[in-house]
């Protein structure tokens, strides 16, 4: 089966499947959830924000044990070599010769767990391998698996210590997903798992294999012209926001999205229409993933913080100003 033979109803199905695989064992994550599919059907990465204990970590592994793919976890600390990550040559002394050895980025899901507490050494060779999708070591270069998502973490708490990731790094990520608190009846689910006798398994939903057949349907999403053009105006007006009658915010914002934020809003919109089961996008697909690419795309000034803006009031009043379609 191909992505030519399948159905976007059918293609909605399979993905459901999958995604409540995942909910039946983390609770009060869904929309964590919901945007890790989307991620998965674009092939892209995504930065996960959010204070430890909300089930980041889980999310990641019963994601990747329904989908029987392969899943490392990496924990960055200052410490850490580019190798560690990537791989390196050993000597082998049954042939007196050094081979290459993969590293852990060798995966289909690979989490970086607090990807600001290593270098900026390692975080280039981790972003290297999440551009190119591939690994050199020494004079050999191997392919990484298909797919392959990184989906990395940072505490928005305890920054002493860190090295935060460029602004041309983070561009590389898909979304920037802020995970919050579960409500209080998903918390008392969650307490009643552990104080429990056994704790969930993920359950197989579908072939790692099968998702490129599926993430393939994702083009035959129709994208209106009028919603491609509503996307780059939605971007423009992150750099030039005094064209939708926003000139107070000049002051407040450095530099606006790139171009990568018009893209990431187009596959990502073509991807949730997919995941709900709809064969077009409307505005309000663009409208809820606007947030999550653009985040950590725009870099405020001083004056915005002195004034306590934050990036997210800066979107919103972007998504008020730029005329619906």
Same mark, same amino acid.
């Given at each position: 089966m191909d992505s030519q033979t399948l159905s976007v109803d059918a293609t909605a199905a399979r993905l459901g *499947?999958? %995604?409540?695989?995942?909910? @039946?064992?983390?609770?009060?994550q869904d929309e964590l959830i919901q945007s890790m599919m989307v991620a998965l059907v674009c092939r892209? /990465?995504?930065?996960?924000?959010?204070?430890?204990?909300?089930?980041?970590?889980?999310?990641?592994?019963?994601?990747?044990g329904a989908l029987q793919g392969r899943f490392q976890r990496l924990q960055f600390?200052? @410490?850490?070599?580019? =190798?560690?990550?990537?791989?390196?040559?050993?000597?082998?002394?049954?042939?007196?010769?050094?081979?290459? /050895? !993969?590293? +852990?980025?060798?995966a289909n899901l690979v989490l970086a767990d607090e990807i600001n507490r290593a270098p900026a050494k390692v975080q280039s060779a981790l972003?290297?391998?999440?551009?190119?999708? !591939?690994?050199?070591?020494?004079?050999?270069?191997? !392919?990484? &698996?298909?797919p392959f998502v990184v989906l990395a973490t940072q505490n928005p708490i305890e920054q002493e210590g860190t090295? +935060?990731? +460029? *602004? =041309? %790094?983070? @561009?590389?990520? $898909?979304?920037?997903?802020?995970?919050?608190? &579960?409500s209080q009846d998903d918390e008392l689910r969650v307490l009643e798992y552990h104080l429990g006798d056994r704790f969930p398994e993920p359950s197989p939903a579908a072939q790692v294999s099968e998702l490129n057949d599926? =993430?393939?349907? =994702?083009? %035959?999403? /129709? $994208?209106? %012209?009028?919603?491609?053009?509503?996307?780059?105006?939605?971007?423009?007006?992150?750099?030039?926001?005094?064209?939708?009658?926003?000139?107070?915010l000049v002051p407040l914002l450095g530099f606006g999205a790139s171009p990568r934020a018009s893209i990431a809003l187009g596959i990502g919109s073509r991807a949730l229409a997919l995941v709900r089961g709809r064969a077009f996008v409307t505005p *309000?697909?663009?409208? *809820?993933?606007a947030p999550a690419v653009l985040r950590h795309r725009l870099v405020l000034t001083y004056e915005a913080e002195a004034e306590g803006v934050s990036v997210e009031d800066i979107i919103d009043r972007v998504l008020l100003a730029v005329e619906v379609p």
């Open positions: *499947e999958i %995604q409540r695989a995942v909910s @039946d064992v983390v609770v009060g892209g /990465h995504v930065l996960l924000e959010g204070v430890p204990g909300l089930a980041k970590t889980l999310t990641v592994r019963t994601l990747a600390t200052p @410490d850490l070599l580019p =190798a560690d990550v990537t791989g390196t040559m050993v000597f082998d002394p049954k042939t007196s010769e050094f081979v290459p /050895h !993969q590293g +852990p980025v060798f972003l290297e391998a999440m551009e190119e999708r !591939q690994v050199t070591i020494g004079d050999a270069t191997f !392919q990484l &698996p298909d090295y +935060p990731l +460029p *602004e =041309a %790094q983070l @561009d590389r990520f $898909l979304f920037k997903i802020v995970v919050d608190y &579960p599926l =993430a393939g349907v =994702a083009g %035959q999403v /129709h $994208l209106d %012209q009028r919603i491609k053009t509503y996307i780059v105006r939605l971007v423009n007006a992150t750099r030039r926001p005094a064209e939708v009658g926003l000139g107070d *309000e697909d663009v409208k *809820e993933l």
